[in-house]
């Protein structure tokens, strides 16, 4: 069998189990099989693969076909323009989160040696992104999971700004480190009756903890707000992500803690996505 027949196969098993993109899928499985780019394979379509590797490229369509997400298998996730480590049990990076990163580096142009905090840091994407593109930031990340400051370290270490990062394993009502110039979060705000309804790839395998957001999808917000107005400076900014549509319940929750808000900016897909405001 050649590479080709093999993806081919692979991709008439996903479809079979309802996965999207089944095509990229196979061809992206194919590539970890032989630990190259998707270029690589497609290029080489022709070429036999020994029984080991065919052995092995099953396993990942199998895994594959059960909803586990493509980050999972493959141990890595691209976000900006950098590429991170991700293990089960922490959010995947998404693409539409890019966007507190730009406004983070928008709303902080020209400015130098700022204090930056981010609040439930996952893999660290979004402040190490920051950090990547300003050498004279520093950062602090918080988690209430072990394994997400691990990873987080784990990818500090990989882009190499280790020296400029402290990680802190806590919840943020007990975190009372520090003051900063910018904070940024992307809290758990999904709702229970939308939780009911997610993808099975996000609510079989990412951590019910980085997405549940309570009853109304604002309990995680709400205390990233009251602490987040104790812990920055004044002018400070703080950049949410949030759920569709929860606008204007996030915007009074920020005005009666002392922020003003800039500006709210729309996700890929136009919908309302992440808040820009200053504490005032």
């Known amino acids: 069998m050649n590479i080709n027949d093999a993806i081919y196969k692979g991709k008439c098993v996903l479809e079979k189990n309802f996965i999207k993109n089944s095509q990229l899928d196979s ?88 204090r930056v905090l981010d609040i439930g840091t996952g893999s660290g994407c979004i402040l190490l992104s920051i950090l990547k593109e300003k050498k004279n930031f520093y950062g602090v990340g918080v988690d209430i999971s072990k394994k997400c400051i691990n990873l987080s370290k784990t990818n500090a270490f990989k882009l190499g700004i280790k020296n400029r990062l402290k990680l802190f394993n806590s919840s943020i009502d007990n975190f009372r480190y520090g003051k900063y110039d910018l904070i940024i979060s992307n809290p758990p705000y999904i709702n229970k009756l939308d939780f009911k309804y997610l993808n099975k790839d ?67 897909a136009k919908n309302d996505r992440c808040i820009v405001s200053t504490k005032i």
């Open 27 to 114: 061809e992206i499985l194919m590539s970890k099989v032989f630990n190259k780019d998707r270029k690589f394979v497609i290029l080489n379509s022709k070429n036999k693969l020994d029984k080991e590797k065919i052995n092995f490229f099953n396993v990942l369509i199998s895994q594959r076909s059960k909803g586990k997400p493509i980050a999972y298998i493959l141990n890595k996730k691209d976000f900006w323009k950098y590429e991170f480590k991700v293990e089960k049990d922490v959010l995947i990076p998404r693409p539409d989160t890019e966007i507190l990163v730009e406004q983070a580096l928008k709303f902080t142009k020209n400015k130098i040696n700022l």
């Open 202 to 268: 996000v609510v079989n395998f990412e951590p019910k903890s980085a997405l549940y957001g309570g009853l109304d999808g604002t309990s995680e917000i709400r205390k990233v707000i009251k602490r987040s107005s104790e812990l920055i400076k004044k002018n400070g900014k703080l950049i949410l992500e949030i759920g569709f549509d929860q606008k204007k319940k996030v915007t009074k929750l920020l005005n009666h803690n002392g922020f003003y808000i800039n500006k709210i900016f729309k996700d890929l």
